[in-house]
């Protein structure tokens, strides 16, 4: 994971700057949804597999206080000189911080133990304590993905995710569901375990072939909307211009 997580699973290595910039923009997003759905500002919020730290970053005003982890030393870094309070490691290293409130964005599917995982947060979080999740969405892939199920699936995916089986896992180990949209960000409440109704839709399998089979008529598209932002890209990167504009792009954007 150390040395060649990244390069195996994106296919290039990141700029660490450019990946915590990239994290903060997810932060904002991610904060967008959430807040109206809960407080955040009384709660210490700690994030598992929170790599850079842009994620916390953008959080961090907006809670008492954030902590975060993950086994990735060379982003830790990044997180680090920018102020964060960062751990190497998992979940347990987490405990000392008494969290309010855990976040996993886009962590979960890659956790081979999620039953084991999921006690272990309902151990660490206190009466109503909250969880919050953001992992990709089966019913989001015409929005996220470009309506191309082999960009969706993932070479470190473990699970694949909508909005009901994600309601149903958190219920089978004690978390009420908030918020679940289909994007699958998410927000649960730790309750009694064994006190919520777990639901299974035996239909859900049939309705997510149907969609699928549906967008796949809408590859092409999709690829053709995509065309003339390639081409911009393209010429900006031959003209040398790409990482200017893409950084004015921020400043103006995703602050």
């Known amino acids: 994971y150390q040395h060649h997580y990244t390069t195996l699973y994106d296919g ?27 407080e955040l500002k009384d709660k210490v919020l700690a994030e598992v597999g929170c790599a850079a730290g842009g994620i916390l970053h953008y959080l961090r005003p907006f809670c008492a206080r954030v902590a975060g982890c993950d086994y990735g030393t060379a982003f830790l870094r990044k997180g680090l000189a920018e102020g964060l309070n960062l751990k ?3 979940l347990a290293t987490l405990r000392e911080e008494r969290p309010d409130a855990i976040l996993y964005s886009h962590v979960l599917e890659h956790v081979y133990d999620l039953g084991a995982e999921l006690r272990q947060v309902h151990d660490m979080l206190p009466e109503r304590g909250l969880l919050i999740v953001d992992v990709p969405g089966v019913f989001n892939i015409e929005n996220a993905y470009q309506a191309d199920y082999l960009r969706y699936l993932q070479n470190a995916h473990l699970f694949q995710f909508t909005a009901a089986t994600l309601t149903t896992l958190m219920a089978r180990h004690g978390f009420r569901a ?3 949209d289909e994007r699958c960000i998410a927000v649960f409440e730790k309750a009694a375990p064994g006190s ?7 239909a859900l399998a049939g309705r997510i072939l149907a969609f699928l089979h549906r967008i796949e008529g809408k590859v092409l598209l999709y690829r053709l909307r995509a065309l003339p932002r390639r081409i911009a890209v393209g010429a900006l990167k ?15 954007f995703r602050k």
């Not at 211009?241 to 792009?249: C, F, I, P």
């Open 178 to 180: 908030i918020h679940v």
């Open 88 to 90: 190497t490691g998992g």
């Open 238 to 252: 031959a003209l040398g211009l790409h990482d200017a504009v893409r950084s004015l792009y921020r400043r103006l």
């Open 12 to 38: 290039f290595q990141f700029s660490v700057d450019e990946f915590f910039e990239n994290q903060r923009a997810a932060g904002k997003r991610l904060h967008y949804t959430v807040r109206l759905h809960v």
């Open 196 to 202: 919520l109704p777990v639901a299974f839709d035996e």
